[in-house]
């Protein structure tokens, strides 16, 4: 193949090369109107379509804003029918509180009553108690002191009996020597007299000194009689006053 065979090959291959492009130019005017065509018929469709959904929107917003007012005003209502009844049960409950405070300062108040009671009986039982004890302490003392003055008495009037007894055991010895020496003085102032006169030689010259010692001593008995009726008359004083 020559040159020119190889340019006018070139030559066509341009020309439909140039072809081509211009067929894309018209192609691409074309879809461009064409799409240019559609887009104002989709758009004036769509824009329809879009004005109902939006209608469709604009009516469920109302309708959502309207559930939200009414589900607004229902939870503000719960919650204040929920205060109230809260308000009612809190009430109840201090209420009710209030009556068990009271039951129970009502319960302690009775306890504090009664165990004053049990106080008061309690101290009038110690008073009366100590009463009891200072009066049989008393009690005590003067049956001490009894006993004591019985001890005193008793020793006293075994004294007493012993003494007396033996004043009585003297009187007696006393009064016996006195009965034996009286028949015996009538007879020594007998001898005395017949030995004074002399008118008997039995006559002893000691009869008068025998008739004057037996004078002298039942003089002396005498004396010593009287003393112990006197000592025997205290000592009857003395047990009369010592209740013997």
């Not at 469709?45 to 309207?66: F, R």
């Not at 200072?134 to 049956?143: G, H, P, W």
């Amino acid at each position: 193949m020559n040159q020119t065979d190889l340019d006018d090959d070139h030559d066509d291959v341009v020309v439909i090369e140039q072809r081509d492009k211009r067929g894309v130019v018209y192609i691409a005017v074309a879809a461009v109107l064409g799409l240019a065509l559609g887009g104002l018929i989709g758009s004036s469709i769509t824009a329809s379509k879009w004005e109902k959904t939006y209608q469709v929107l604009e009516a469920q917003y109302q309708k959502s804003q309207e559930t939200k007012t009414e589900q607004a005003a229902i939870v503000e209502q719960n919650k204040t029918t929920a205060k109230e009844e809260f308000d009612k049960q809190l009430a109840a409950a201090m209420e009710e509180q209030e009556q068990k405070h009271q039951q129970a300062m009502a319960s302690v108040e009775s306890q504090r009553t009664e165990l004053e009671k049990v106080n008061m009986s309690l101290e009038a039982q110690v008073a009366e108690q100590k009463a009891q004890l200072e009066q049989t302490a008393q009690q005590n003392a003067k049956l001490n002191r009894q006993s004591d003055m019985q001890t005193t008495m008793l020793e006293r009037s075994r004294e007493l009996f012993q003494q007396e007894l033996k004043i009585k055991q003297e009187v007696e010895t006393l009064q016996k020597e006195r009965d034996e020496l009286v028949p015996k003085l009538k007879t020594l102032k007998k001898e005395c007299d017949v030995y004074l006169e002399g008118k008997s030689w039995d006559a002893t010259s000691d009869s008068c000194d025998k008739q004057d010692a037996a004078s002298s001593r039942i003089s002396q008995i005498d004396q010593m009689l009287r003393i112990h009726q006197m000592d025997l008359e205290q000592i009857k004083a003395l047990s009369e006053e010592l209740g013997l």
